[in-house]
C-alpha cells in the first residue's frame, strides 16, 4: 500500500508516519536511504539498511513518565511501539502474546513489581533483557539491579542515558540473535561438509599439533586402515617414509608458528605394511570442531616428478587461454580478501569482458570461439605485472588480481588494460578485429572484505559499463563513498538555500473529505521543490538534510507564509474560504517571532486567522510540552488553531490533551492498515473518535486508499478522511466538495 502524506511522498505500509511541514525528520530515518539514515551512535538496521522497530515493555505507574521515555526514543530517531501492563496477569498476557525487544522496569513500579517483572520475564524462556530504571544511581541500586537479574541501570530523567543505554542493549540483543542463527547455519554448513568430505574421492585428513583428528575414507584406504578408530591420535610422522620425517618435521615447526604452508609439499609416504610411495600433500588452515587444525588433501605422485608438476600446471590452466582457471584464481582472490580483512591489505580485482562479444563471434564464427577467446587472453598478458596474476574467469570474461594495490595504482592498470585493447587490432586467423572491453574493479580493503561483495561490486562496474557502450573503466572505491557522500550532502545543501531564496519550493494540495456532509473547504498543504530542470523533488529527497543543517525553520516559514497567501488569494478569486493545514517543526516553537510572522502575513493578505491550522506531531508536543502550550496561546490570539499528528500512537494520547488544546487530531496512520479487515484497529478507530467527540475534537484519518476503510471510518463517527482513494496531492485546490 502506497500512501500519500508528508507532501504527498509515497511512503510503503509500515513505516512509521513522519510529521513536520514535511515529516519529523528523526521518525523518518528508517524510511530514508542508508547513507541518510545513518545514526551517529549507531543503531540496530536490518539487512536492507532500514531501522528495526524496537518493542519495548515499560514497567512503570505513571502513564506520563513512560510516554516520556517512548517521545524522547523517538526524538532519538528510533522508531517504538511500546506496551504498558497494569498488572502482573496483563504483562503474563503481553510476554506471551507478543514479541519484544527490551523492557524498562521502574525500581519502584507497584502495578507490577521489580521482582515479578524479573521472575515473569524468566518464566517465558525468552532473551529479554530488563533495564531498571531508578531516580539515581547509588550502590544499593546496583546491587538491586545484580540480585534481580536486571542487565543494566537507567535513569529516569536523563534521556540520553537512557537512549544510549537502550541502543547498546538492543544491539547486542540482535547481536545474540544474529550469533544464534549463525551457530544454527554453521552447523548446518559442517553437516554438509562433513558429507562431502566422506564423499570425496581425495584423500582429506584434519591435523591438530601434528595428530589425526579428523580422515575420509579414501585417506583410510591410501593407508590400509579398516576405520577412523585405527587412526585416531596418530601422528602424521608415522606415515611418512623415515628419510623424509627431518624434512617434514620441519615444516610442521614452521606451520606451528603460524607461517604460511606451501601450496605443495612433496613427499614419500608410509602404509600400514610399511610399503612406500611418491605423494604431495596441500595445506589449508582450517578448524574442526572449534579447533585450529590443518586440512591435508594427499594425492600420490607419478612416478616422474616433472611429469606431475606438469599434471598439476595443466590442472591448473584453462586449456584455451594458459591462464589460470576459475578454480584456482578464486583461491588466490580468497587469500587476497582474507589479508585485507585481517592485515588491513589493498589489492585490486579487475573483470574485463569484451564489448559486443556475440556479434564478434556471429562475424568469425561459432568453431573460432576459442581462438577469439585467446586473442583476448594474450593481449591481456601483453599489459600484466609480473607479479599480477590472470585468469579466464567465465565463458568470455577475463580477470586480473594485483596485490598491495592502491587505488591511484588500480585505476591506472585497469586504463592500461582498456587502452591495450582500443589501440590494438586483434589478429583472428584472418581476420583482424578491432575489440574494445568494459571494465569492472574493486580496491580491495578492510570495509569490503568478503568475497561476495567484492565480486558483486566488480560484476556490477562491467555491467554499468557496458550498458554505456563500453571501452569504459568504473572501479568501486569504499573509501571514496564517504567523499562522495560529503560532497552529495553539501550539494543539496546548497540547492535547499538556493530554492528557499528564490522561492522554488512548491505546495500541494490533498483535500480532507467530511464524512458528516460538513460544508467547509479543507486542504493539507505538502512541500515541494522545484528541481533545476523544473522536476519535482520529493521532500524525503532533503529534508533530512535540511534539518542537519538548521533550515527547518525557515521552510516552516515558507509553509506559512505560502499557506496564508494562497488562502488570501483563493478567497479574493472565488469568495471561497478555504481552510489550510500546515504542518511545522518542532523548531519553530522555539521561535518565539514566529507569531508575530504570521501575524504579520495574515494581516497583508486579509485572511482570518480561523482558516490556517498548524499541525505538530503528538511526540513533539508530548517532549516539548511547555514551548508548545506557549506557541498555541500565541498563535490562539490570531484565530490560529494547533492540530495533532500521529495521534494514538502514545501510551496515553488523551492526557495530554487535558495540558494542550489542539482543534483537530489527525490519528496515527498505522490504524489505517489493512482497516476493513482488522478488528482491533476498527475498535481503537472507534474509541478513539468517541473520546474526542466527548472532548469536543474533530478528527482526521488520513491515507484512506479504499471503500471499505471509508466504511468503518464513517461508521466509527471520524469527522474527515483523506487519502488516494478521495484525491491525490496536486498543485491545484480543485476538488470537487460538491
Not at 586449456?319 to 583461491?331: C, E, I, P, S, V
Not at 523548531?587 to 497583508?604: F, G, P
Not at 476498527?682 to 484519518?701: C, P, S
Request: hydrophobic letters at 40%; proline letters at 4%.
Amino acid at each position: 500500500m502506497l500512501d500519500e502524506s508528508n507532501h504527498g511522498t509515497p511512503v510503503p505500509s509500515g513505516q512509521a508516519m513522519p510529521a513536520g511541514p514535511f515529516g519529523d525528520a528523526a521518525a523518518f530515518r528508517g524510511m530514508l536511504a542508508p547513507s541518510l539514515s545513518r545514526h551517529p551512535d549507531g543503531g540496530v538496521r536490518m539487512q536492507s539498511g532500514k531501522d528495526m522497530v524496537l518493542r519495548l515493555l515499560i514497567v512503570d505507574d505513571s502513564v506520563e513518565a513512560a510516554e516520556a521515555i517512548v517521545s524522547g526514543l523517538r526524538n532519538s530517531g528510533i522508531a517504538v511501539r511500546p506496551s504498558r501492563p497494569e498488572s502482573e496477569s496483563d504483562m503474563q498476557s503481553l510476554l506471551g502474546a507478543q514479541s519484544h525487544d527490551l523492557v524498562v522496569a521502574a525500581r519502584d513500579a507497584t502495578t507490577v513489581p521489580l521482582d515479578k517483572v524479573m521472575l515473569l520475564v524468566g518464566a517465558s524462556g525468552k532473551d529479554l533483557p530488563v533495564l531498571m530504571l531508578v531516580e539515581s544511581i547509588d550502590d544499593a541500586a546496583l546491587m538491586q539491579a545484580v540480585d534481580a537479574g536486571a542487565r543494566s541501570v537507567v535513569l529516569r530523567g536523563r534521556m540520553e542515558h537512557i537512549e544510549k543505554t537502550i541502543r547498546n542493549e538492543w544491539r547486542d540483543l540482535e547481536a545474540r540473535r544474529g550469533l544464534r542463527r549463525l551457530e544454527v547455519q554453521v552447523r548446518e554448513t559442517e553437516r554438509r561438509c562433513d558429507s562431502l568430505i566422506d564423499s570425496s574421492r581425495d584423500p582429506v585428513a584434519y591435523v591438530h599439533e601434528g595428530m589425526h583428528i579428523r580422515a575420509n575414507s579414501a585417506y583410510l584406504e591410501m593407508f590400509g586402515f579398516e576405520s577412523f578408530e585405527d587412526i585416531e591420535g596418530m601422528s602424521l610422522l608415522d606415515l611418512v617414509s623415515p628419510q623424509h620425517v627431518a624434512a617434514f618435521k620441519t615444516l610442521l615447526k614452521q606451520l606451528g608458528k603460524g607461517e604460511s604452508a606451501p601450496p605443495r609439499f612433496e613427499t614419500e609416504a608410509r602404509t600400514l605394511d610399511g610399503d612406500t610411495f611418491p605423494a604431495v600433500m596441500e595445506f589449508t588452515p582450517a578448524s574442526y570442531e572449534g579447533e585450529t587444525c590443518l586440512q591435508i588433501v594427499l594425492r600420490r605422485q607419478e612416478a616422474d616428478p616433472e611429469l606431475a608438476r606438469e599434471v598439476e600446471e595443466l590442472r591448473q590452466r584453462d586449456q584455451a587461454t594458459g591462464l589460470l582457471n576459475r578454480a584456482t584464481f578464486l583461491r588466490s582472490l580468497e587469500d587476497a580478501v582474507g589479508d585485507a580483512a585481517r592485515n588491513a591489505g589493498h589489492h585490486a580485482l579487475l573483470l574485463i569482458e569484451p564489448d559486443h562479444y556475440s556479434r564478434l563471434l556471429q562475424e568469425i564464427g561459432l568453431d573460432a570461439a576459442d581462438e577469439l577467446i585467446k586473442a583476448y587472453a594474450d593481449r591481456l598478458a601483453s599489459v600484466l605485472g609480473e607479479n599480477d596474476i590472470a585468469a579466464r574467469f567465465a565463458e568470455h570474461q577475463l580477470a586480473i588480481l594485483r596485490r598491495d594495490s592502491d587505488y591511484h595504482a588500480s585505476v591506472a592498470l585497469a586504463d592500461s588494460v582498456r587502452a591495450a585493447f582500443a589501440d590494438a587490432v586483434l589478429e583472428i586467423g584472418e581476420r583482424s578485429l578491432n575489440a574494445t572491453v568494459s571494465i569492472g574493479g574493486v580496491q580491495i580493503g578492510q570495509r569490503i572484505a568478503t568475497l561476495t561483495e567484492v565480486l558483486g561490486k566488480a560484476n556490477q562496474g562491467v555491467q554499468s559499463t557496458v550498458g554505456v557502450g563500453g571501452n569504459r573503466v568504473e572501479i568501486f572505491d569504499p573509501g571514496a563513498v564517504d567523499r562522495a557522500e560529503v560532497e552529495r550532502i553539501a550539494a543539496w545543501v546548497d540547492r535547499i538555500r538556493k530554492a528557499i531564496d528564490d522561492d522554488r519550493f512548491l505546495m500541494y494540495y490533498q483535500p480532507l473529505v467530511s464524512l458528516h456532509g460538513e460544508p467547509n473547504e479543507m486542504y493539507d498543504a505538502y512541500l515541494r521543490m522545484q528541481g533545476d530542470k523544473g522536476e519535482v523533488v520529493q521532500p524525503m529527497t532533503f529534508l533530512q538534510i535540511a534539518e542537519e543543517h538548521g533550515l527547518l525553520w525557515e521552510i516552516d516559514r515558507w509553509m506559512v507564509s505560502h499557506a496564508i497567501a494562497n488562502i488570501g488569494s483563493r478567497l479574493k478569486a472565488t469568495g471561497k474560504r478555504t481552510t489550510l493545514l500546515v504542518k511545522i517543526t518542532e523548531v519553530s516553537l522555539q521561535d518565539e517571532s514566529l507569531a508575530d510572522y504570521i501575524q504579520e502575513q495574515l494581516a497583508k493578505h486579509g485572511v482570518d486567522g480561523e482558516l490556517l491550522v498548524l499541525q505538530l506531531p503528538e511526540s513533539k508536543v508530548f517532549t516539548q510540552l511547555k514551548a508548545a502550550q506557549a506557541f498555541q496561546q500565541r498563535v490562539a490570539k490570531l484565530g490560529v488553531k494547533v492540530g495533532l499528528e500521529q495521534f494514538g500512537s502514545g501510551l496515553n494520547s488523551f492526557q495530554l490533551l487535558t495540558h494542550f488544546d489542539a482543534a483537530l487530531l489527525k490519528l496515527d496512520r498505522t490504524f489505517m492498515e489493512d482497516l476493513p479487515n482488522n478488528p482491533e484497529h476498527q475498535q481503537r478507530i472507534k474509541e478513539l473518535a468517541e473520546k474526542a467527540r466527548a472532548a469536543g475534537k474533530q478528527t482526521i484519518a488520513e491515507f484512506v486508499q479504499d471503500a471499505g476503510s471509508m466504511s468503518v471510518l464513517f461508521g466509527a463517527g471520524i469527522d474527515y478522511a483523506q487519502g488516494h482513494f478521495l484525491a491525490h496531492a496536486g498543485p491545484e485546490m480543485d476538488y470537487d466538495f460538491g
